[in-house]
T-cell receptor
């Protein structure tokens, strides 16, 4: 079965610092990959996704992620964090070619931003 | 604008009562999903549907049921609410029937079972 690991439960960074959130997956082939963000009391919003092509993907709010097949990773990055980026971030994996259409989510990483 | 809505946003109920959470999407998406979110567990899939009259169990389906009578709605029913079902519930939808695609989420329903 597919699995998604976000090793960091909670990360704290200072405003203006760079950010990297880690995501590793377990799947035999190249999956579809997603990052979602959840602000307090809100639903999940898509930040970016990778289906194919360029392995460096740009998303909204200045985020990017890089798919590394050799490491089974899809880490999320931002060069300079803003206080409004404080939220919970979820990595998700979809099975390529599957008729099931479902996504598998990691447990999330809570981001705190210090002023 | 197309959207996905959930109601109620907050619900308090008693153990043993039947509860129904509504999910309505106006994107005309084929696929709809119900998740629960609990601290330390992320999102876990309860039930999903790929179209009218189609429903499937996820990994935490015990005690829950869904029905899909039209494209827009997938209500989630707790037949006899239990304290272990206190959680935040999210509905999501995606477009392409029977295929992996971006899922769009509703705002969530916070359910408390006393």
């Amino acid at each position: 079965a597919q699995s998604v690991t976000q090793p960091d439960i909670h990360i704290t960074v200072s405003e203006g610092a760079s950010l990297e959130l880690r995501c590793n997956y377990s799947y035999g082939a190249t999956p579809y990959l997603f990052w979602y963000v959840q602000s307090p009391g809100q639903g999940l919003q898509l930040l970016l996704k990778y289906f194919s092509g360029d392995t460096l993907v740009q998303g909204i709010k200045g985020f990017e992620a890089e798919f590394k097949r050799s490491q089974s990773s899809f880490n999320l990055r931002k060069p300079s964090v803003h206080w409004s980026d404080a939220a919970e971030y979820f990595c998700a994996v979809g099975v390529r070619g599957s008729t099931l259409g479902r996504l598998y989510f990691g447990r999330g990483t809570q981001l705190t931003v210090w002023p | 604008d197309a959207e996905i809505t959930q109601s109620p946003r907050h619900k308090i109920t008693e153990t043993g009562r039947q509860v129904t959470l509504a999910c309505h999407q106006t994107w005309n998406h084929n696929n709809m999903f119900w998740y629960r979110q609990d601290l330390g567990h992320g999102l876990r899939l309860i039930h999903y549907s790929y179209g009218v009259q189609d429903t499937n169990k996820g990994e935490v389906s015990d005690g829950y049921s869904v029905s899909r009578s039209n494209t827009e709605d997938l209500p989630l029913t707790l037949e006899s609410a239990a304290s272990s079902q206190t959680s935040v519930y999210f509905c999501a939808s995606s477009n392409i029937a029977g295929s992996t695609d971006t899922q769009y989420f509703g705002p969530g329903t916070r359910l408390t079972v006393l």
